[in-house]
C-alpha cells in the first residue's frame, strides 16, 4: 500500500497534521509513505516510520511549484492520497481514495477539522518522530538538569509575534501558576496594546512540556484567568 500526504508549507500548520498522520500509519501498518512539506516544515518528518519518499515543495508565483511535484508523484498509483492544502492534485491522480481539505473554518480548531476527514472523534493529537541525530543535535545545544521550558514567539505575520517582556511575564506565570499572575499578565498585554491573551502552544515542547506538568499536578492552567479543574 502506498499513502501520498500533502501538508502544509508552514511549521505550524504541519505540526498540527502530525495527529492525522500518525493516525495513518497505525492504521495501515504496511504502508509506504510520500509526505510532501515545505521547506520549513519538511524536517519535522524525516523520522517518519516507513517514509519512502520526502518532497519539499516550495511556492512559486502562479502555483507553479505543483507542476514538478505532480510529474514526480503521476506516474504511480496511490492507494491513499491525503491533500491538506486543498490543490486539485488528488483529482489528477490515480488513487482508490481520496481525503481533501482546504484552509477549513478560522472558528474551529485545526485539528478537529482534520480529524474529521476521517470520522475521528476525539481528532488525534499531534505527535513528534525522533532520529537519533535529532537527539544528538539536542544534546549538543541543551545541557542536562532542569527541565526546559521552550517558547517560539515568531510567526509568519508579525501581528503576532510576541514582544520579549510579555514572553518572560508568561513564562512566569506557567512556573508558578496562579490566577493573580494569569490576571496580571493579560492585563498587561492589553495596556500594551495588543490584543492577544497568553498563548502557550507557540510551539510543540513549550505545549507538551506545560501539559504534563499540568497533568502530574491534576490542574490544566488556561488563559482566563482561571483554572481548570
Request: with cysteine.
Given at each position: 500500500m502506498r499513502i501520498l500526504f500533502v501538508t502544509a508549507t508552514r511549521i505550524g500548520d504541519a505540526v498540527l497534521s502530525t495527529g492525522l498522520l500518525s493516525y495513518l500509519i497505525d492504521r495501515h501498518p504496511a504502508a509506504r509513505l510520500t509526505i510532501a512539506a515545505g521547506p520549513v516544515a519538511a524536517p519535522l518528518f524525516e523520522a517518519v516510520p516507513r517514509l519512502e519518499r520526502l518532497d519539499v515543495i516550495e511556492k512559486l508565483p502562479w502555483s507553479a511549484h505543483w507542476l514538478p511535484f505532480y510529474a514526480a508523484v503521476v506516474t504511480r498509483r496511490w492507494d491513499l492520497v491525503v491533500d491538506l492544502r486543498g490543490s486539485v492534485l488528488a483529482w489528477l491522480l490515480r488513487a482508490g481514495e481520496r481525503r481533501v481539505m482546504a484552509?477549513?473554518?478560522?472558528?474551529?480548531?485545526?485539528?478537529?477539522?482534520?480529524?474529521?476527514?476521517?470520522?475521528?472523534?476525539?481528532?488525534?493529537?499531534?505527535?513528534?518522530?525522533?532520529?537519533?541525530?535529532?537527539?544528538?543535535?539536542?544534546?549538543?545545544?541543551?545541557?542536562?538538569?532542569?527541565?526546559?521550558?521552550?517558547?517560539?514567539?515568531?510567526?509568519?505575520?508579525?501581528?503576532?509575534?510576541?514582544?520579549?517582556?510579555?514572553?518572560?511575564?508568561?513564562?512566569?506565570?506557567?512556573?508558578?501558576?496562579?490566577?493573580?499572575c494569569y490576571a496580571r499578565a493579560n492585563a498587561r498585554l492589553w495596556q500594551k496594546g495588543t490584543c492577544a491573551n497568553i498563548v502557550y502552544a507557540s510551539s510543540l515542547a513549550c505545549s507538551t512540556w506545560i501539559h504534563r506538568r499540568a497533568h502530574a499536578s491534576g490542574r490544566l492552567p488556561n488563559t482566563s484567568g482561571q483554572r481548570a479543574p
Open positions: 484552509k477549513g473554518d478560522a472558528r474551529e480548531h485545526r485539528v478537529r477539522q482534520l480529524g474529521r476527514l476521517f470520522d475521528l472523534d476525539p481528532p488525534p493529537s499531534p505527535r513528534l518522530w525522533i532520529a537519533p541525530h535529532h537527539e544528538a543535535a539536542a544534546s549538543a545545544l541543551l545541557s542536562p538538569g532542569a527541565p526546559i521550558l521552550a517558547i517560539g514567539p515568531a510567526a509568519n505575520w508579525r501581528g503576532k509575534e510576541w514582544r520579549a517582556d510579555l514572553g518572560i511575564l508568561s513564562s512566569t506565570c506557567v512556573d508558578t501558576p496562579s490566577p493573580g
